[in-house]
């Protein structure tokens, strides 16, 4: 079958891992404050841009004019275009920046209008004016003639610059092995999912911070009579939420082609949708839930797809969304409350026994 | 007569635009049991939501141990020595019994958390036999029990109880009342709102009658139970 060779199977896998990461703070957001965040892929696309300016800031500062690093390991070759510390720089940033306009979010729109008593409906509104005004901002940014010069100026470094976009790809870290050839971005997403999956969990269930978190999702009131600030948990929770999504704009910086503020084509605008269908998927009320969710939705898109190809054409993958769709229709009408609510242990039991008696 | 631990003078309040509560003036002495009775949807919680900040204060204040805290925010209230059992959602269902009562505990020093849950063990016993269990599949009467242990381990100066015995079969409601009457007798300040007009009265020391947002009446615990007409006219008491 050509339509499942290592290159595509990475790229749903890191596709899969991106939605995963992005639908576990669509989740996070939704538990603490009931509604469902249309800027939330937008905190990612922020996250990029501020990356992608620091590493010219510091291509430019320190003259690192693109001399690629080589590495061989074990018959493979890596390419590693910045030296190490710039992607840390730009990684914490990202993190950083996203987890801050979430933060931004939580405070100045979604607080200050629950507290004036508006239901949900008003504030998933605000979530979509909040996600205009980002774009705004990303619109006004990239033209500012200091962002211009200096994306100008190192233009043989990042390959190509548009008038209002960045291409960074060619920054990437490769690695080839014969004719596979595999990109760090790829590699890194499932990194930051599985990073994300074990962090979470480990602040939830062990730290003191995370049970705070947890109750004060599930019972507000009473979180704050035990001398709990809730507002403040909440917040908190938004940064950790809008953070993780700023990993996903780390991501998009290296993986996508142009980063733009806002077209058909730009990730936020590409793939919220699938983010949501993850979330509902997996269960809107479980952080484990939309995690996996996240990471099916993408496989679904990406990988079970496209193998339906030889049956309809190659003009099925152009569908991939319909099939998201019609996955969260029958999560809602069969099992409202996501995969999460599924007795996984006796699903497979009764599996178990029905193997053994046949 | 020695200083109130709590009062309010004239205090107007509700939830957002709606107004509940009118021109409440209440002192709540140190060391006593206060009841509040009151027909359904008199505001009894919404008093207690008032004390306690979880309401929005139109007008008026209220004073606590000589401060006012009318625009302190609850979880501060929380760190002032005040506890509130409240009426629904008292415990968290989805963590177990034991983070239930870690929660309560979460801002005291380890020892002397550890201490206190003693004590608390003491009083109710069942609890320490179902710490792992989680607390939304506890039987009603020991969530009650749960509920109340959660506001003791904090120790509070003052506390608010909203009908600990709601639910509860006779034999327990009497179990609980007479727990409430020894943390009265250890020295604990209590508001204690209750549907139960009789079974509270008859354990506190002073009274308040609420009907529609109004208090109606006030005094001794046992001369408002002994008040026929107030009884029948509001609390459907046969006396
Ligand atoms: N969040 C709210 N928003 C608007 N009105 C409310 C709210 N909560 C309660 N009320 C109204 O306030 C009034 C008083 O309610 P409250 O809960 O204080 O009564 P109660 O005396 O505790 O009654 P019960 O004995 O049934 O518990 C009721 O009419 C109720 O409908
Ligand atoms: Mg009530």
Redesign the interface.
């Known amino acids: 079958m050509a339509a499942i060779d290592i290159q595509s199977t990475f790229q749903a896998l890191y596709y899969a891992s991106l939605l995963s990461i992005l639908s576990v703070g669509i989740t996070l957001s939704y538990m603490t404050t009931k509604v469902f965040n249309f800027a939330h892929v937008r905190f990612a696309m922020v996250a990029s841009y501020v990356a992608a300016t620091i590493i010219l800031l510091l291509a430019k500062a320190f003259n690192i004019h693109g001399d690629f690093a080589w590495h061989n390991m074990a018959g493979m070759q890596v390419r590693i275009p910045l030296p190490w510390w710039v992607y840390a720089v730009a990684l914490i940033s990202a993190f950083i920046v996203g987890g801050l306009v979430a933060v931004i979010q939580y405070y100045l729109v979604l607080r200050p209008l629950q507290k004036r008593g508006a239901g949900s409906m008003a504030l998933m509104i605000s979530t979509l004016g909040f996600d205009f005004i980002l774009i705004a901002i990303l619109f006004i940014y990239m033209t500012l003639p200091q962002i211009r010069r200096l994306t100008v100026k190192t233009v043989s470094l990042v390959g190509r610059v548009a008038f209002d976009s960045l291409r960074m790809d060619s920054l990437d870290i490769v690695i080839s092995s014969g004719s596979v050839t595999i990109r760090g971005a790829v590699i890194l997403a499932m990194i930051f999912a599985l990073a994300t999956i074990i962090g979470l969990y480990l602040l939830l269930t062990r730290t003191k911070l995370g049970v705070m978190m947890r109750s004060s999702i599930e019972n507000p009131n009473l979180a704050l009579v035990l001398g709990i600030n809730v507002d403040r948990v909440f917040a908190i929770t938004w940064f950790i939420a809008g953070a993780i999504a700023g990993l996903a704009g780390y991501l998009f910086i290296f993986a996508t082609v142009y980063l733009t503020p806002v077209s058909p084509t730009t990730p936020s605008d590409q793939i919220i949708v699938s983010v949501f269908a993850g979330s509902i998927v997996g269960g809107i009320n479980s952080v484990p839930g939309s995690i996996g969710g996240g990471f099916l939705i993408g496989l679904i898109e990406k990988f079970f797809v496209p193998l339906l190809s030889p049956v309809f054409g190659p003009g099925i993958v152009k569908y991939d969304k319909v099939f998201s769709m019609l996955a969260v229709a029958l999560t809602l009408l069969f099992i409202p409350e996501g995969l999460a609510s599924v007795n996984w242990k006796r699903v497979f039991r009764l599996g178990g026994a029905k193997g053994k008696e046949s | 007569m020695p200083e109130p631990m709590l009062s309010l003078q004239k205090v107007n309040s509700g939830y957002?635009?709606f107004h509940i509560l009118f021109d409440i003036d209440l002192e709540v002495p140190k060391g006593k049991i206060t009841v509040v009775v009151g027909p359904n949807g008199a505001g009894k919680t919404t008093l207690l939501n008032t004390i306690?900040g979880?309401a929005t204060i139109h007008s008026g204040k209220v004073i606590y141990k000589g401060r006012d805290i009318t625009h302190v925010?609850?979880?501060?209230r929380?760190?002032m020595g005040m506890?509130?059992t409240?009426q629904l959602?008292?415990?968290?269902?989805?963590?177990t019994v034991k983070?239930n009562l870690?929660?309560?505990t979460?801002?005291i020093p380890e020892d002397e958390a550890k201490k206190r849950m003693e004590e608390v063990f003491q009083l109710f016993p069942r609890l320490k036999e179902r710490l792992f269990q989680r607390a939304g599949t506890l039987s009603g009467g020991e969530r009650q029990m749960l509920a109340i242990a959660?506001s003791m381990l904090?120790k509070p100066e003052l506390m608010l109880l909203d009908e600990p015995t709601a639910g509860l079969a006779p034999k327990l409601a009497k179990e609980v009342f007479e727990a409430i009457r020894h943390l009265g007798d250890q020295g604990y300040t209590i508001i204690l709102a209750e549907q139960n007009a009789k079974g509270a009265l008859e354990i506190g020391d002073e009274a308040v009658l609420i009907a529609s947002g109004r208090i109606v009446a006030r005094g001794k615990a046992q001369e408002l139970l002994q008040d026929k007409d107030l009884s029948r006219k509001y609390l459907g008491l046969e006396v």
């Open positions: 957002g635009k306690f979880l925010p609850a979880y501060k929380a760190k506890a509130y409240l959602f008292n415990i968290f269902s989805t963590l983070e870690l929660l309560a979460y801002d959660i904090r």
